[in-house]
């Protein structure tokens, strides 16, 4: 047994007062300024757009309070009506499968694989390519004439025809409940028709085009 003698053993040095003070303080410096931004950007916008909801105000002058009297009028347009029910279905569909999907994905990256950090870096892909390239991408796999997911399906006699995914509005609601990346490239579905629809109407504008031409060959003649 070893003697160590008392003016040789390590006393516990006191903390200094100041680190009782300085973590609070600097918690609250650290949190004001993304609390300042949350609020400017977004509480004072939102809060701002559900007020000025209730009025008739419009640009360059202030309005009165007029109740609902605005939702009413929405509610009876038919367009106000299909984007509610797109935005709802998206929003509790999307919500359900991305946790459903997520935490299946969690738990099996959880368990001992073979091959787990290649499979790994395969799920933060979608965020590493960029929005453009992935907003291409999708659009691509959702065209109606050269889409992969059609080829693949005739290849293996489940389907007889290409799907237009975009052209129809069952299956545009359907595909935009794919991973993130494919919003971009489907949000254009909502403001512009789908490729086939632009093909369709070019090919009708040159068939009416040509159709006046031959009237007014013969018509000269």
Same mark, same amino acid.
């Given at each position: @047994?070893?003697?160590?003698?008392?003016?040789?053993?390590?006393?516990?040095?006191?903390?200094?007062?100041?680190?009782?003070?300085?973590?609070?303080?600097?918690?609250c410096?650290?949190?004001? #300024?993304?609390? &300042?931004?949350? *609020?400017?950007?977004?509480?004072? #916008?939102?809060?701002?757009? &559900?007020? *000025?909801?209730?009025?008739?105000?419009?640009?360059?002058?202030?309005?009165?309070?007029?109740?609902?009297?605005? +939702?009413?009028?929405?509610?009876?347009? $038919?367009?106000?009506r299909?984007?509610?029910?797109?935005?709802? %279905? +998206?929003?509790?569909?999307?919500?359900?499968?991305?946790?459903?999907?997520?935490?299946? *994905?969690?738990?099996?990256?959880?368990?001992?694989?073979?091959?787990? $950090?290649?499979?790994?870096?395969?799920?933060?892909?979608?965020?590493?390519? #960029? &929005?453009?390239?992935?907003?291409? $991408? %999708?659009w691509?796999?959702?065209?109606?004439?050269?889409?992969?997911? !059609?080829?693949?399906? @005739?290849? @293996?006699?489940?389907?007889?025809?290409?799907?237009?995914?975009?052209?129809? #509005?069952?299956? $545009?609601?359907?595909?935009?409940? !794919?991973?993130p990346?494919?919003?971009?490239?489907?949000?254009?579905s909502?403001?512009?028709c789908?490729?086939?629809?632009?093909?369709?109407?070019?090919?009708?504008?040159?068939?009416?085009?040509?159709t006046?031409?031959?009237?007014?060959?013969n018509?000269?003649?």
């Amino acid at each position: @047994m070893v003697l160590v003698p008392d003016d040789c053993r390590r006393t516990p040095r006191a903390r200094s007062p100041a680190h009782s003070t300085i973590a609070p303080s600097s918690g609250c410096c650290s949190c004001c #300024p993304p609390a &300042t931004l949350l *609020l400017v950007f977004l509480t004072y #916008p939102l809060g701002l757009g &559900t007020y *000025l909801g209730f009025t008739d105000t419009k640009i360059g002058r202030s309005g009165a309070w007029i109740g609902l009297e605005n +939702y009413s009028y929405l509610w009876g347009d $038919a367009v106000a009506r299909l984007a509610l029910f797109n935005t709802l %279905f +998206y929003t509790f569909v999307a919500s359900v499968i991305k946790f459903g999907l997520g935490l299946w *994905l969690a738990l099996l990256l959880n368990k001992h694989l073979p091959f787990k $950090a290649f499979l790994r870096a395969i799920v933060l892909l979608p965020f590493i390519v #960029p &929005t453009a390239l992935s907003a291409i $991408a %999708f659009w691509w796999i959702y065209d109606s004439q050269f889409s992969i997911i !059609s080829w693949a399906l @005739m290849r @293996m006699g489940v389907i007889h025809e290409y799907i237009d995914f975009l052209g129809e #509005p069952w299956n $545009a609601r359907v595909s935009r409940r !794919s991973p993130p990346t494919s919003g971009e490239a489907c949000r254009s579905s909502r403001s512009r028709c789908s490729p086939a629809c632009r093909r369709s109407r070019r090919r009708t504008t040159r068939r009416r085009a040509s159709t006046a031409h031959r009237r007014g060959s013969n018509s000269a003649t």
